[in-house]
Every structure is written in structure tokens, then in C-alpha cells.
């Protein structure tokens, strides 16, 4: 039987939410289990407002249509992340300023950043690469010294923090995940957290198509109607519930993944101290939030190598991510420059399997594998 590269996790409680959700005569958006969620994440992590969506594609679409973009301005992004990142943006019209990886992490790079920016630029996007973050005060620094809109990519970063603050409260906007491989998961699933209140009264309203029909179910308004701009971003109830039984489970959740990946690490030490692979480093500034678990190889071929043997081996390992500034659809738009960290780690990075239930036993064998990879 093979390894699997994830494998969904249920905390005990999703099915009995599904039930009550159906029970209570709620199974559209933003019901009991929709609220909850919100309040989860407004109180243990401090975002001002939170909107759950249908995926983090969605949530990084609402924040795009909030931000009122006219064609031709610019966004800054790394080009090493994943492509709903950055297709909201094209939607839109705008143009996309891919930048670089750090050369020791697969981060965006702050410091070549600056000199990305002009007249047209109006956002810059971060993304915390495996939960470990940004560096938020040179992030922060620039969005305020250049009057930038701030978005995180926090689909990786639920539950990691930057000098104590939560990952997801630095910027204008920040787009979380719950796909089935994030560390809670509601299947598919997103949430887009707010946190300038100038953006928050129109985006219940962008969130509810348009419509100010929250406004009307909470008894403010005698009637709903459409009022702007939106779309369908709300997920079911069902979704939610299924989302807010794992959440009432996250720090278990968040111990044994942090667990899994310090055994990962225990394990491979001993071949990134002979210079055989590169393990992920996490700055001083940063937290582990056991999101994922990544060696480097020395090139393209040696990790194309290992792959094969460890999917041979029955260990299914994948590579992280295709950077987009080289993909087939973003090339012949992007401005030529060589960003070689995040090409390097496109294709040097490999990723082993990840998942709650994962026996510690069976991760001591994983790294057995790469071990004899290297060994023979």
C-alpha cells in the first residue's frame, strides 16, 4: 500500500454539524456554523472582519473587487506561489510584477522589492510559504512608505505568527484556505480576513452578491436589494459546520503536525549536515505551524531522481510549485527578468507526505528512503 501524499482528517464532530445544520432548517450561507467560524477567527486571532468563502480563490477575488483596480495598475507578487494568487488580478485588468524568492527561503523577497514599484503600483502580495512568515515589518514598511494595499497570502499560515502577531492580521486583506490539504479543512473552502475598516461594511455586501440582504436578515433594513457589484462567495452552512468541528480541535490539530514535522526534521538532519539536501529554515521572527514539510535537492535532476524512487518505494512525494513567471500562460507577459531563487526552488524543492493521522513510525521510514536514495 502506498503512502499517501495527504489524507483528510475529521475531528469527530463534522457529521453531527452536517446533521444540525439540517436539523436547524439551514443550509444556505451564513448561518449558525458560518458565524461561529467568523467569531472563531475575529476573537483568538484579532481579524477585524471575517468572511468565509467557497475557496481561497474566491477570497482573494472578493479582495480584489474591493480594492476597485482600473486596468493597467500594477501588483506586486512572488512568482513563486500558487496561480489563484494572481488570475484574480488579471480579471481585473491588472498587470502583474512578479518578484523574486529570498535565496534561503522560498519567501518573496523584500528587499529587491522597492525597486519594483512606480506610479501604478497599487498592491503588493505576500505569501508565508509553508506557514513560516513574510518578514511583516519591511512588508508593512513598504505598503505604507509606497500608500500600497497589503494582501497575505495565508493559505499556508493558519495559526503561525510573525514576532507574536497572527499571520493574517498585518494586512489590508488576507486570504486563508481550507482545502483538504491545509492543517483544518473543510473539504474546499476559504476566508477572506479584513482588517481596514473602510473595506468592511461594503464587503458584506460584495460577499452577499451585491445585495445588502445581511443588513436585512439582522432587522436593520425593511427590505433587501441590489446595491452594488458581487458575487456568490458564501459557502453552505454544511461547509462551515464542517470546518467549525475541526477548528474547535485546532491546537490538537496544530501539536501533532508540529510533531510530524520536528520528526521529519530529526530525521533528515544527519543528511543536510553531510550537504546532501537543504532542510526548510525558519527565521528568528517566525513560527512553525506544521502546515508542510519540504527538503531540497541540489538540482532538477537529483530531485526528479528522488521522486521516482521514493514513489517506487511506495512513499508518494510531490514536487512545490511551478513558478508562474515561466508558466506557458504568464511568459510571454512577464518582463524577461531572470528570478532565479524562485526557478531554483521550483526546481530543487520536494515534499514529503503530510497529514494528521501520519504514524511517526512511518515517517522514520520515509526518511529512511531518502536516506538510502542518497546512499546508494
Known sequence: ?????????????????????????????????????????????????????????????????????????????????????????????????????????PNIDLGKVEALINEKTKVLVVMHYGGMAVDMDKAVELAEKHKLILLEDTAHAIDSFYKGKPLGSFGDFAAFSFHETKNVSAGEGGMLAINNNKYIERAEIIWEKGTNRAAFSRGEIKKYEWVDVGASFLPSDIIAGVLFAQLENIDDIQRKRIAI????????????????????????????????????????????????????????????????????????????????????????????????????????????????????
Open 1 to 105: 500500500m502506498k503512502i499517501p501524499f495527504n489524507k483528510p482528517y475529521f475531528a469527530g464532530k463534522e457529521i453531527q454539524n452536517i446533521v444540525n445544520a439540517a436539523y436547524w432548517g439551514h443550509i444556505s450561507g451564513n448561518g449558525v456554523f458560518t458565524q461561529q467560524c467568523h467569531d472563531f477567527f475575529e476573537e483568538r486571532y484579532g481579524f477585524q472582519k471575517c468572511f468565509l468563502t467557497t475557496s481561497c480563490t474566491d477570497a482573494f477575488e472578493m479582495a480584489v473587487m474591493l480594492m476597485d483596480l482600473q486596468a493597467g495598475d500594477e501588483v506586486i507578487l512572488p512568482s513563486f506561489t500558487f496561480v489563484s494568487t494572481a488570475n484574480p488580478f488579471l480579471l481585473k485588468g491588472a498587470k502583474i510584477v512578479f518578484a523574486d524568492s529570498m535565496e534561503n527561503h
Open 261 to 376: 514535522w520536528e520528526r521529519y526534521y530529526q530525521g533528515l538532519k544527519h543528511l543536510e549536515e553531510k550537504g546532501l539536501v537543504k532542510l526548510p529554515r525558519l527565521p528568528e521572527y517566525a513560527t512553525n505551524n506544521g502546515h508542510l514539510f519540504y527538503l531540497q535537492a541540489d538540482n532538477r535532476k537529483q530531485r526528479d531522481e528522488m521522486l521516482n524512487f521514493l514513489n517506487n518505494n511506495r512513499v508518494h512525494a510531490v514536487f512545490h510549485y511551478l513558478p508562474l513567471h515561466s508558466s506557458p500562460f504568464y511568459t510571454p507577459q512577464h518582463d524577461g527578468r531572470a528570478l532565479t531563487n524562485a526557478d531554483r526552488f521550483a526546481e530543487t524543492i520536494l515534499r514529503l507526505p503530510f497529514f494528521y493521522e501520519l504514524p511517526l513510525d512511518i515517517i522514520d521510514m520515509i526518511c529512511e528512503k531518502v536516506a538510502e536514495f542518497y546512499h546508494s
